[in-house]
């Protein structure tokens, strides 16, 4: 009798998803948060046939290396800027990742954040629980509008289009930066006009970064696109850690060139650069964009379904539903 095929879980995930991988695989899942090293990393991806991950798990050519057995990495997430790609291709191990089934509770979030950076909420929350709450005057805790505002989107793919679609509600113009403009139909159906990057960042009072990461995306935010910026503007960013320079965000939020921000990821994240953390104008939150119930457990399924038809099992065998580098199906 053959060996069962055996996958790896890497982080804790929902008990019902675990029992579905069970119908197919041998499955060996953590219990527990934990980060491995690139040894014990490598060494657990010798021994088994498919890998579902989080984004903290690297994986390149150097710890592929020597590995015959394992045949598909699954990402819980669309970001995959952990996963070298080419490596991956070489090696013949197929990538893939959950896109489309978060792109609205992450555009909630990219509101909720904006909101609450616009209106001072995280200050005046910990001001209250504080005691602080004893009288207060007319001009006390005056933030900034979102009303009739302008709204700036770097990164206009589904998320961001997402986040277009409900400023309707708000009575906002808003403007798109994007490595391709999108077709008029998009444009039309989001209300959205294309501008250049610098006209993005001088005219926004609220911009929303939803860019992927890429190594030219690396601090596509820094101290000269600040500069650029409104002093009375909201940044936020739900994209990931790095696209903003962390350090020269903080010296603007400190030295009053931007009103505030609202931020869900960090460069080095789970380290928070210590000069945010003293900011009281910025609302900080620890990468939880996508954490609805119901979307964890979508987002949980299709990387369970991916890993399943990969290894040539369930209804789409052979089709996972979201492959990353797809030019492997056809060999």
């Not at 499955?27 to 490598?42: D, I, M, R, W, Y």
């Not at 904006?114 to 933030?143: K, N």
């Not at 309707?168 to 403007?175: E, Q, R, S, T, Y």
Request: net charge negative; glycine share 8%.
């Amino acid at each position: 009798m053959s060996e069962r095929q055996r996958v790896w879980v890497s982080r804790p995930i929902f008990p019902e998803t675990l029992t579905t991988l069970g119908q197919y695989f041998e499955v060996v899942a953590e219990t527990v948060e934990q980060k491995l090293s690139a040894e014990q990393l490598k060494a657990t991806l010798m021994d088994v046939d498919g890998a579902i991950l989080g984004g903290g798990d690297r994986i390149d050519a150097a710890l592929l290396d020597g590995n015959k057995r394992l045949r598909v990495v699954a990402n819980l997430g669309v970001g995959y800027n952990n996963l070298d790609i080419p490596a991956l291709t070489k090696a013949g191990v197929l990538a893939c990742n959950t896109p489309e089934v978060l792109d609205e509770s992450v555009a909630d979030y990219a509101w909720a954040l904006m909101l609450a950076a616009a209106r001072r909420v995280g200050a005046a929350e910990r001001w209250l629980r504080a005691g602080q709450w004893h009288g207060m005057r007319f001009d006390d805790w005056l933030g900034v509008d979102v009303h009739g505002k302008t709204l700036g989107i770097l990164g206009m793919g589904r998320i961001g289009q997402a986040i277009a679609r409900r400023a309707a509600g708000f009575d906002m113009p808003v403007i798109y930066h994007n490595r391709h403009r999108l077709s008029a139909d998009i444009e039309q159906d989001c209300k959205a006009r294309y501008v250049e990057k610098h006209a993005l960042l001088a005219d926004s009072d609220h911009l929303i970064l939803v860019l992927p990461y890429t190594p030219e995306n690396r601090h596509a935010i820094g101290a000269a696109e600040l500069a650029m910026m409104r002093p009375h503007a909201v940044l936020v960013n739900i994209a990931r850690g790095g696209i903003v320079d962390d350090a020269a965000l903080a010296a603007a939020l400190r030295e009053g060139r931007l009103a505030a921000a609202g931020l869900d990821v960090f460069e080095g994240e789970p380290a928070v650069h210590p000069d945010l953390l003293a900011l009281d104008n910025a609302v900080l939150s620890p990468h939880i964009g996508s954490a609805t119930a119901a979307t964890r457990r979508a987002m949980a399924t299709l990387a369970v379904d991916n890993v399943i038809a990969a290894l040539g099992h369930g209804p789409h065998a052979g089709h996972p539903p979201t492959p990353i580098n797809a030019e492997l199906l056809t060999k």
